[in-house]
């Protein structure tokens, strides 16, 4: 039997992804001892074929990423966006966005997770006043009046004043703490892959609305022979025989087939990896000591690319709070700092999933009425300057 053994930290987050570790080496290099628990091996995270995706980061979640104290190590590989090509069907380009009509260098940067994942668990590792465990699993969590007590499976109890979820849109915390959630499957998935071709990216980012979903082509660094690489993310619908099952020469003509003909011919570079596609939201980020964060609070159509982005919006906001509360010797885990949180993250958040929702049903919609409108409202913010300028503000975070 294993010995009870006993652990204080301010804060206890369960959920060590993208979101919850960036939010733990913040927190434990601004004054809070924090305990952060992954059910998974970091090592299996760090793996290849653990997670293909590739993440936009925006200019809003590169400061999240140099408070968590990574981005200097993990900058040179990302990849920048200096442009975004919008086009419908495999049309021509109907919507241009360009960084250096707002002056910057740079939209966002594409990373693999796996580049996050590591420099995030690299940081964790060193950091004394982050007790990091994983893998482990929780056995039991209690609220009582002013801590919360968390077991894990080697026996220890972590007691905290906040218990965070981060673990993802299947939250076990949520669902402890009967938090309900609106939710639906877009009954499309997204195939994600990386691809070789001919020809380099220029470093654009292009948006393909097809009938069956999104088709986003994101610029990668080159790999070490010097080939051009970019990530593919190719939604479907929910199909009998998918893409994902087509042979490797089916699929890489298809792939060159719904290039824009620069890229020269495309091929795949690894496996293919899917992810099916759905909405949720939380009907609330809080309870008694308890807060939502990222994904476990409300997850989105990947159509801009903005999931952990608003996610690190969360973490961004939590951490101002709980770091001044803290400064200011007050309760991290007060009913009235949850109120605050929960105040200023749901409307934001909302909008973000209201946005995407009615871009892939609009955009996904083959009948000619919606093409046309499409076509018309993509060919006004081309030449409607402040539009144009929202939209890209907004694809940077900002
Ligand atoms: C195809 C695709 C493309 C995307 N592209 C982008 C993009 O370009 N830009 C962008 O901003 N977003 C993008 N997203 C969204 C982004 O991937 C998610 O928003 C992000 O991964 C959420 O991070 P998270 O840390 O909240 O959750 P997760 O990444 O799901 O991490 C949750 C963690 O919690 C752990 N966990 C779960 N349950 C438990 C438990 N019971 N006990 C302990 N640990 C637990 C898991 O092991 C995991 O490590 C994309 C999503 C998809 C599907």
């Known amino acids: 039997m294993s010995k009870q053994r006993a652990h204080k930290s301010d804060i206890v987050i369960i959920g060590g992804g993208m979101a919850g570790l960036s939010l733990a080496c913040i927190l434990s290099q601004n004054g809070l001892e924090v305990t952060c628990i992954d059910r998974e091996d970091p090592a299996a995270m760090l793996k290849a ?68 994942r590591r420099g995030l668990v690299q940081k964790a590792k060193k950091i004394k006043t982050l007790h990091y465990k994983a893998p482990a699993s929780v056995k039991s969590m209690n609220v009582e009046d002013d801590h919360v007590y968390v077991t894990t499976d080697d026996g220890e109890t972590i007691e905290a004043s906040l218990l965070i979820g981060a673990d993802g849109r299947r939250s076990f915390v949520r669902e402890w703490a009967g938090i309900q959630t609106r939710q639906w499957s877009y009954r499309q998935q997204a195939i994600v892959c990386t691809v070789i071709h001919d020809n380099p990216h220029n470093n654009i980012a292009v948006e393909d609305f097809r009938a069956e979903g999104p088709f986003a082509i994101l610029p990668m660094h080159d790999d070490d022979k010097g080939r051009h690489r970019s990530s593919v993310v190719w939604s479907e619908h929910d199909a009998k025989k998918s893409a994902m099952q087509w042979s490797d020469n089916t699929f890489n003509a298809a792939l060159t087939s719904r290039f824009p003909e620069r890229y020269g011919e495309v091929q795949l570079n690894g496996k293919r990896f899917s992810y099916p596609l759905g909405l949720v939201h939380a009907h609330a980020y809080i309870s008694e000591r308890t807060a939502l964060v990222a994904d476990a609070a409300h997850g989105i159509h990947p159509i801009a690319g903005q999931g952990l982005n608003l996610g690190y919006r969360d973490v961004a906001c939590l951490s101002g709070l709980l770091i001044e509360a803290k400064e200011n010797q007050q309760d991290c885990g007060s009913d009235q700092l949850l109120q605050h949180y929960q105040l200023l993250r749901r409307t934001d958040n909302m909008s973000m999933a209201a946005a995407t929702d009615g871009l892939n049903a609009l955009f996904s919609n083959p ?32």
Do not use: Y
């Not at 104290?69 to 990849?79: M, V």
């Not at 090509?85 to 997770?113: C, K, M, N, T, Y």
């Open 49 to 116: 074929d653990f997670d293909g995706r590739t993440i936009a980061i925006s200019a809003g979640s590169r400061t999240v990423l140099e408070d968590a104290g990574i981005w200097e190590n993990i900058a040179k590989d990302g990849c920048a966006i200096r442009d975004i090509h919008i086009s419908d069907s495999g049309s021509p380009v109907l919507l241009e966005f360009l960084s250096r009509d707002v002056d910057e260098d740079a939209f966002g940067w594409i990373f693999e997770a796996r580049v996050l």
């Open 367 to 398: 009948v000619t009425p919606f093409r046309l409108i499409r076509t018309l409202g993509l060919r006004a913010v081309q030449k409607f300057d402040p539009a144009k300028r929202f939209f890209m503000r907004q694809a940077m975070g900002k």
